[in-house]
């Protein structure tokens, strides 16, 4: 299929969370997108603690993301060696799909960092890069941010969820069930996720 529209959208998903479905779901209207690439991250080289082994962020993203029959799970950056970047990422989506259109779907904090992006200019030329905002600045087109590279706004509604919090209260043995979804839940305490060690 020619002319496609294709979003990305990548994260730890460690777990994924009812905010991060409702980003998803947000994005495939909004932007209405044939399809949604949900990729659970890989080697990540920014972040300051040990991910959860692949197969389950995979399986939980499925599981979180099932019901929406855009939405294909990818694992193109777990099967990656070494450093996991965007641009590559991209690269090897635009090698697959070339006619498509993209759209990189990233949170409101990554949105104001894009500038230190490895090759943020190909991303930029590659894929149309929507920054997810819960609050609406004053040009429904544009997101302030310190760079001149330029975004659209995902609107988002307030979900302040995150997928710390969600660690946290698995750690200390509180409910999750209205932080992410009801299967993802079942699948952390099936797989004794997050608990603390022994």
Same mark, same amino acid.
């Given at each position: 299929?020619?002319?496609? *529209? %294709?979003?990305?959208? !990548?994260? &730890?998903?460690?777990? #994924?969370?009812?905010?991060?479905?409702?980003?998803?779901? +947000? @994005?495939?209207?909004?932007?209405?997108?044939?399809?949604? *690439? %949900?990729?659970?991250? !890989?080697? &990540?080289?920014?972040? #300051?603690?040990?991910?959860?082994?692949?197969?389950?962020? +995979? @399986?939980?993203?499925?599981?979180?993301?099932?019901?929406?029959?855009?939405?294909?799970?990818?694992?193109?950056?777990?099967?990656?060696?070494?450093?996991?970047?965007?641009?590559?990422?991209?690269?090897?989506?635009?090698?697959?799909?070339?006619?498509?259109?993209?759209?990189?779907?990233?949170?409101?904090?990554?949105?104001?960092?894009?500038?230190?992006?490895?090759?943020?200019?190909?991303?930029?030329?590659?894929?149309?890069?929507?920054?997810?905002?819960?609050?609406?600045?004053?040009?429904?087109?544009?997101?302030?941010?310190?760079?001149?590279?330029?975004?659209?706004?995902?609107?988002?509604?307030?979900?302040?969820?995150?997928?710390?919090?969600?660690?946290?209260?698995?750690?200390?043995?509180?409910?999750?069930?209205?932080?992410?979804?009801?299967?993802?839940?079942?699948?952390?305490?099936?797989?004794?996720?997050?608990?603390?060690?022994?």
């Amino acid at each position: 299929m020619t002319g496609q *529209r %294709i979003g990305i959208f !990548g994260g &730890a998903f460690d777990p #994924p969370h009812k905010a991060h479905v409702a980003m998803a779901e +947000a @994005a495939i209207d909004q932007f209405q997108l044939d399809e949604l *690439r %949900i990729i659970p991250t !890989g080697n &990540a080289w920014h972040k #300051p603690r040990d991910l959860s082994l692949g197969l389950h962020r +995979a @399986a939980m993203a499925r599981l979180a993301f099932g019901h929406l029959p855009q939405v294909r799970v990818d694992e193109v950056e777990l099967q990656r060696p070494g450093p996991s970047y965007t641009i590559d990422t991209l690269r090897a989506l635009a090698g697959q799909r070339p006619d498509a259109r993209f759209f990189l779907f990233v949170g409101e904090d990554q949105g104001k960092t894009l500038d230190r992006w490895r090759e943020i200019e190909e991303i930029a030329q590659r894929a149309i890069i929507c920054v997810a905002k819960r609050s609406m600045p004053e040009g429904p087109d544009a997101v302030a941010s310190s760079h001149d590279i330029p975004t659209q706004v995902l609107k988002l509604p307030n979900l302040p969820h995150s997928a710390t919090e969600v660690r946290v209260r698995v750690a200390h043995g509180h409910a999750i069930d209205a932080l992410v979804p009801e299967t993802v839940a079942l699948y952390i305490y099936r797989h004794h996720l997050y608990q603390p060690a022994r």
